[in-house]
T-cell receptor, first 117, second 114 residues
Framework: AQTVTQSQPEMSVQEAETVTLSCTYD???????LFWYKQPPSRQMILVIR??????QNATENRFSVNFQKAAKSFSLKISDSQLGDTAMYFC??????????????FGKGTKLSVKP | KAGVTQTPRYLIKTRGQQVTLSCSPI?????VSWYQQTPGQGLQFLFE???????NKGNFPGRFSGRQFSNSRSEMNVSTLELGDSALYLC?????????????FGPGTRLTVL
């Protein structure tokens, strides 16, 4: 079965510092997508960053970047210059349907990140 | 462009009742997925609809059903509610374009079953 594991249930970081959230996944697929989603206390899930498995280059979106290690099946999220607004649950998600989503994102249990002033 | 909308935002029902939740996807998105989020089980996939057809289904009992209309709006229905159905129900829509399959989520419907 395809699974996603986030080993850090909770993390905290000081404002302006850098934090890395871990994610590992298990699949036999060779092409797939990986995502990090953010769910602030107001509940709306927001896409932070996406990575296509066939691309070796790590994705970057402003202060957010990933370290994608395909062989190790690892997909960590680095948040630089942490801001108070980054406080949220972060979910790592896996989509095995390369070429078009068919729903069924597989989510990790999430990491609750608190950014402290 | 308006985001994914879900109605109602909050709902309180009693055991044995049924409930219908609604989701309007982002304009142009034809794929709609539903997820159940609970503290214990996390986010679990319910089903996905594309062009009015259920294309994928998660591991939920038959009490959970859904449909999609020609305008891509979707509804999910839960019959004979149980206490364990209390959850946040999230809807997500996708453009369904190769290479651009990320899902965009609505704010959710918080269902409480008493």
């Amino acid at each position: 079965a395809q699974t996603v594991t986030q080993s850090q249930p909770e993390m905290s970081v000081q404002e302006a510092e850098t934090v890395t959230l871990s994610c590992t996944y298990d699949t036999s697929e060779s092409n797939y997508y990986l995502f990090w989603y953010k769910q602030p206390p107001s509940r709306q899930m927001i896409l932070v960053i996406r990575q296509e498995a066939y691309k070796q280059q790590n994705a970057t979106e402003n202060r957010f970047s990933v370290n994608f290690q395909k062989a190790a099946k690892s997909f960590s999220l680095k948040i630089s210059d942490s801001q108070l607004g980054d406080t949220a649950m972060y979910f790592c998600a896996f989509d095995p349907h390369y070429g078009g989503s068919q729903g069924n994102l597989i989510f990790g249990k999430g990491t609750k990140l608190s950014v402290k002033p | 462009k308006a985001g994914v909308t879900q109605t109602p935002r909050y709902l309180i029902k009693t055991r044995g009742q049924q409930v219908t939740l609604s989701c309007s996807p982002i304009s142009g998105h034809r794929s709609v997925s539903w997820y159940q989020q609970t503290p214990g089980q996390g986010l679990q996939f319910l089903f996905e609809y594309f062009s009015e057809t259920q294309r994928n289904k998660g591991n939920f009992p038959g009490r959970f059903s859904g449909r999609q209309f020609s305008n891509s709006r979707s509804e999910m229905n839960v019959s004979t509610l149980e206490l364990g159905d209390s959850a946040l129900y999230l809807c997500a829509s996708s453009l369904e374009l190769a290479g651009r399959n990320e899902q965009f989520f609505g704010p959710g419907t918080r269902l409480t079953v008493l």
